[in-house]
């Protein structure tokens, strides 16, 4: 004890450690609430669960035809001593769109006959392709051998009157070639621009007794060059206009009945197109 009688404070607080209140005691984690409090709870993030990609739908069969109206039998014909048979198909797309007629079937009581590819811009040996018809037009399904060769299906274009002079196509294909202008043989002597200026047809012209064209090798090379179909298609295939309005397409063998027959045009999904009685 001090002098005075008192306790010392500094032994009394090392030795009698201050007593809680009652609250404290009852409540011992107080204090560390109050700090929890000052700390803003964080919220769970709701787990995200992972979105499996839906199955992608499986285009639907049709169960009529798309083509119908579209695609039309205009003509059957049967064979002849002079001429194959044929079945005419009428195509009008609509607004356009696209019609691919290759893998399509006609059907007669001689069998089931399949159309197959052809070359839209007939060039020789060139790959086959779908036929596909973007605009009003006839397809001639014939029943005989192609003049052209085996698979050499094709569409009528300005410059095939040239080959019509050499080979029997039926029906037969309009000859009316595209001729020369005078810008075109301009760099010619006046006598051979006046020679090629006057030539009709699609055909070679023959030069041989005129001496002044078969003396003149440059005039002889621009008719032999210029009168040809590939000559002609050189120039003009890329015209907005040099196809025509027919493809010619061969089944290679008569596929009409002689007599009455039904025939029935099928799409790529086994549906009925169109049918022709005769």
């Known amino acids: 004890y001090s002098a005075s009688g008192k306790f010392p404070s500094f032994l009394k607080a090392s030795m009698f450690p201050e007593e809680k209140t009652e609250q404290e005691q009852n409540n011992p984690d107080n204090s560390n609430q ?32 798309p083509y119908i109206d579209k695609v039309k039998i205009s003509r059957v014909k049967t064979a002849s001593q002079y001429s194959p048979s044929l079945v005419a198909l009428s195509i009008r797309p609509y607004k356009g769109e696209p019609i691919n007629i290759t893998g399509w079937t006609i059907k007669t009581r001689k069998g089931t006959f399949t159309i197959p590819k052809g070359i839209e811009k007939y060039q020789k040996n060139m790959p086959l392709d779908n036929i596909i018809i973007k605009e009003q037009l006839y397809v001639y399904l014939i029943g005989d051998v192609n003049p052209l060769g085996s698979n050499q299906n094709f569409r009528t274009n300005k410059c095939f009157g040239y080959l019509n002079q050499s080979l029997d196509f039926y029906p037969s294909i309009y000859s009316s070639c595209p001729k020369p202008k005078l810008e075109d043989v301009s760099h010619l002597n006046p006598y051979c621009q006046n020679f090629i ?4 047809g699609c055909k070679m012209p023959n ?59 099928y799409d790529q999904y086994g549906l009925l197109v169109d049918k022709y009685v005769y």
């Open 34 to 65: 109050a700090s929890e409090k000052e700390q803003p709870k964080q919220t769970e993030q709701p787990k995200q669960t992972e979105q499996k990609p839906l199955p992608a739908e499986t285009p639907k069969t049709p169960t009529v035809s």
């Open 197 to 200: 200026l006057h030539q009709y």
């Open 207 to 265: 030069y041989s007794k005129d001496l002044k064209i078969s003396t003149d090798s440059q005039c002889v090379y621009y008719i032999l060059d210029y009168f040809t179909y590939n000559g002609c298609f050189k120039r003009y295939s890329q015209d907005p206009d040099f196809l025509k309005d027919y493809w010619y397409v061969y089944l290679d063998r008569n596929f009409i009945q002689d007599y009455h027959d039904t025939v029935y045009l």
